[in-house]
């Protein structure tokens, strides 16, 4: 009785062994493809800009909360969304792990933490080297160790969530808009590049934005590094987060469950 309790959770870690084995083989191509875009904008608002002058040096203290919450969020969500569209379509390699003897749910969850941990991989790359471009940041501190490590976690498992009910809910052939209808205006409005705060003059963008998951992990990370710079509250953002995660897990488990039983 005991092995067959035991056994669903030791096949969950082979499975994501293996997918944190191939995402390790996989690193430099991985990087490139989820951190390229954020650190390229670091590169011209966050030394460029300053440089010369046109924008002043203090804005990379409101830009670097949102560099690395768009590099934790899109490493996860393509993390899972793409190898699922791989897997359902041409490849057909999710049939090898429906065979597994676990529930059909725990290989989906397993996709969702595999993602969350390339997230946070992807994350930590970015941190280092931004503030190596960027230089001095202004009220950049490190004192709140928690809260960062909550809002990496919370953020991941967020846009890991979206990413499984992305990669089960789009057809293959129409997973190229989901690129530029979902996550172009995700990443314009999701407070990366401003805060939240700075929407006042704007009333009715301000409650606008709040539809965008991204908007919370950017605050998120404000918060925990930061913390000078007007964000929201702490509880209001992690609240959201833990929501946004609920409801598109139920959503991605459903439509897996669809396309698996499909």
Same mark, same amino acid.
């Given at each position: 009785?005991?092995?067959?309790?035991?056994?669903?959770?030791?096949?969950?870690?082979?499975?994501? *062994?293996?997918?944190?084995?191939?995402?390790?083989?996989?690193?430099?191509?991985?990087?490139?493809?989820?951190?390229?875009?954020?650190?390229?904008?670091?590169?011209? @608002?966050?030394?460029?800009?300053?440089?010369?002058?046109?924008?002043?040096?203090?804005?990379?203290?409101?830009? +670097? $909360?949102?560099?690395?919450?768009?590099? &934790?969020?899109?490493?996860?969500?393509?993390?899972?969304?793409?190898?699922?569209?791989?897997?359902?379509?041409?490849?057909? #390699?999710? #049939?090898?792990?429906?065979?597994?003897?676990? $529930?059909?749910?725990?290989?989906? /969850? #397993?996709?969702?933490?595999?993602?969350? *941990?390339?997230?946070?991989?992807?994350?930590? @790359?970015? +941190?280092?080297?931004?503030?190596?471009?960027?230089?001095? /940041?202004?009220?950049?501190?490190?004192?709140?160790?928690? *809260?960062?490590?909550?809002?990496?976690?919370?953020?991941?498992?967020?846009?890991?969530?979206?990413?499984?009910?992305?990669?089960?809910?789009?057809?293959?052939?129409? /997973?190229?808009?989901?690129?530029?209808?979902?996550? =172009?205006?995700?990443?314009?409005?999701?407070?990366?590049?401003?805060?939240?705060?700075?929407?006042?003059?704007? $009333?009715?963008?301000?409650?606008?934005?709040?539809?965008?998951?991204?908007?919370?992990?950017?605050?998120?990370?404000? =918060?925990?590094?930061?913390? #000078?710079?007007?964000?929201?509250?702490?509880?209001?953002?992690?609240?959201? +987060?833990?929501?946004?995660?609920?409801?598109? *897990?139920?959503?991605? &488990?459903?439509? @897996?469950?669809?396309?698996?039983?499909?």
């Amino acid at each position: 009785m005991n092995d067959d309790l035991v056994a669903p959770w030791r096949v969950f870690l082979a499975i994501l *062994l293996r997918d944190v084995t191939v995402a390790r083989r996989e690193l430099p191509y991985f990087l490139v493809r989820t951190t390229l875009q954020p650190l390229m904008f670091v590169i011209v @608002f966050g030394f460029l800009l300053p440089k010369m002058g046109l924008i002043p040096h203090g804005y990379t203290t409101l830009m +670097l $909360p949102g560099v690395i919450a768009l590099s &934790l969020t899109l490493s996860a969500i393509q993390s899972v969304a793409l190898p699922m569209v791989a897997d359902f379509g041409f490849t057909k #390699e999710i #049939e090898d792990r429906l065979l597994a003897p676990v $529930p059909i749910e725990l290989v989906a /969850i #397993e996709k969702v933490v595999a993602g969350l *941990l390339q997230g946070i991989v992807a994350s930590l @790359f970015v +941190l280092p080297i931004a503030r190596l471009i960027m230089g001095p /940041i202004p009220g950049l501190s490190f004192s709140n160790v928690g *809260l960062l490590i909550l809002a990496t976690v919370l953020g991941g498992a967020a846009f890991s969530a979206i990413g499984l009910w992305l990669g089960t809910a789009i057809a293959p052939q129409q /997973i190229g808009l989901m690129f530029s209808v979902i996550l =172009a205006p995700m990443i314009m409005f999701g407070c990366t590049y401003y805060p939240w705060a700075g929407l006042s003059r704007i $009333p009715w963008m301000k409650w606008a934005v709040l539809v965008n998951p991204l908007v919370y992990v950017s605050e998120a990370m404000r =918060a925990a590094i930061t913390p #000078e710079v007007p964000h929201m509250p702490a509880p209001l953002i992690f609240a959201a +987060l833990v929501a946004v995660t609920a409801v598109f *897990l139920f959503l991605g &488990l459903r439509a @897996f469950d669809k396309r698996a039983m499909g």
